[in-house]
């Protein structure tokens, strides 16, 4: 059985069809990437999948339970978490309270719940940080907050969405690496990029959308390849 199986999933925004009957799955432990250009519909099928939309049609089932149009917060409990595109931490908490925030899902203990987040910290990489106000970060160490906080959710299948957008090589290069340490822990990947080159590496598997559809799904090597995937990008 697949951690995620998505059937035919789709969801409209008035006359604009933004997914149209998109299906696939991830496996336990897997990377998947998704790709496309710009208004592809990567964010509205992830927005869907944790609980943010509701999907017009289609089936989401999670660990073979049916959650189609399940809360956030359900979804988020079941083992699901986003990260988002738009980065929006709580600006005049710390980063400490930023992440037990997402702790306190788990537990209702704040002893319990400040020694996971201080120990999702240091795995982020921001430990020297914990009592600065999150308004104060850079925008790399924000996307390691916003990490920080989903991994205190415990996640079984975390969805990432454009976290290393905006980030220069070298913070690219230890954003990928801190997935690849995620990875590690035993949970599984979905990663949403704009830019293919950032997927490629690190995914096991690669679904294209491109105008809400899906075009093309395969190994990074067969995707890059394909002439619909080609054209999509070159014709962007
Ligand atoms: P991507 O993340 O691939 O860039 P999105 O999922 O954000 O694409 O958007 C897909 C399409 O749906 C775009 O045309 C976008 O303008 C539209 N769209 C996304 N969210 C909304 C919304 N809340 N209301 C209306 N249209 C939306
Ligand atoms: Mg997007």
């Not at 089936?59 to 149009?69: A, K, L, S, V, Y």
């Not at 988002?84 to 209702?108: C, S, Y």
């Not at 390691?144 to 989903?150: C, F, G, I, P, V």
Request: charged fraction near 30%; hydrophobic fraction near 45%.
């Amino acid at each position: 059985m697949a951690l995620l199986e998505i059937q035919k999933l789709t969801k409209r925004f008035g006359g604009l069809v933004a997914n149209r009957e998109i299906s696939m799955q991830i496996d336990e432990g897997e990377i998947v990437g998704l790709i496309g250009p710009n208004g592809a519909g990567k964010s509205t099928f992830f927005a869907m999948v944790a609980g943010f939309y509701q999907p017009d049609g289609g089936r989401i089932f999670f660990n073979g339970e049916d959650i189609t149009g399940r809360s956030p917060e359900y979804i988020c409990r079941k083992g699901i978490t986003r990260t988002f595109q738009i980065v929006k931490p709580f600006e005049d908490m710390t980063v400490l309270e930023n992440v037990m925030v997402g702790a306190f899902l788990r537990t209702a203990s704040p002893t319990r719940a400040r020694k996971e987040a201080e120990e999702v910290l240091e795995f982020t990489g921001l430990a020297n940080k914990l009592d600065w106000e999150a308004k104060g970060l850079t925008i790399a160490d924000k996307k390691r907050l916003e990490l920080a906080r989903a991994l205190a959710t415990k996640p079984k299948l975390l969805l990432l969405d454009e976290v290393m957008a905006g980030l220069t090589p070298t913070e690219t290069l230890e954003a990928v690496e801190l997935i690849r340490q995620i990875h590690k822990r035993g949970i599984a990947l979905f990663i949403v990029e704009h830019v293919m080159e950032v997927v490629m590496p690190i995914s096991h598997r690669v679904v294209v959308l491109d105008g809400g559809e899906k075009i093309a799904e395969g190994t990074p090597e067969e995707v890059a390849k394909d002439p619909r995937v080609i054209k999509s990008y070159l014709g962007e």
